[in-house]
């Protein structure tokens, strides 16, 4: 891994947009899921090439499951073939996968197919990539919400700074202290890194 001080330490990923991102190009919505997962795939990689210490993709929320049935089965799907291809690579790699949140609801193969992957990878030293899977319970929001008005009330935060990157962070903050060190300083959705080719560096300047 090379190091590199003037990048983050800790990347969160939020896969939104990819619906948008097809249909502005006239692509079935499936094709524009596969692309923000090929994307991830080479941020993830690049990241652990440069130093960066964790990647964190909220990658399917509670909310995601009243999506058409049509979409959640191709998203699925998609989750169970990227952990395959993707293990394969990231163990050679020296890459960490996590997946964190409620797995329960999984199909019973893919809770197999999570288990063998963080099996795989648990014992590499390199980038820690944590895809955060059916997340998003309403104990964790109201305590998300919490956590950024104690930041408002501490003048820490002004009302107009709260979005959705402010809104990742203070979710995260609540549901996986115990797994990282840190709240991420860089956050951006799988569209924009799209835009910008996979280029964090890039997007870290712009941010």
């Excluded at 990742?168 to 609540?174: I, K």
């Amino acid at each position: 891994m090379e190091e590199n001080q003037n990048m983050p330490r800790h990347i969160a990923i939020i896969m939104d947009g990819n619906r948008r991102w097809a249909k502005s190009k006239m692509l079935p919505v499936k094709l524009g899921h596969k692309q923000g997962a090929e994307t991830l795939k080479k941020v993830v990689r690049h990241a652990n090439k440069i130093g960066i210490e964790y990647i964190t993709v909220y990658a399917f929320s509670t909310e995601n499951w009243k999506r058409s049935e049509e979409e959640v089965s191709a998203l699925m799907n998609l989750l169970e073939s990227y952990l395959d291809d993707f293990a394969k690579e990231a163990d050679t790699e020296n890459i960490v996968i996590r997946v964190l949140g409620d797995l329960t609801a999984l199909s019973e193969t893919l809770q197999e197919n999570i288990k063998r992957t963080i099996e795989r990878t648990k014992n590499n030293t390199g980038t820690i990539f944590n895809i955060a899977l059916n997340y998003g319970g309403r104990n964790e929001i109201v305590n998300a919400v919490r956590n950024i008005s104690k930041e408002v009330l501490d003048g820490k935060l002004s009302i107009e700074e709260i979005n959705e990157e402010i809104f990742a962070w203070a979710l995260e903050g609540v549901m996986w202290n115990k797994f990282l060190k840190e709240n991420p300083d860089l956050a951006s959705n799988s569209s924009r890194l799209v835009e910008r080719e996979n280029n964090i560096e890039a997007l870290y300047a712009a941010s």
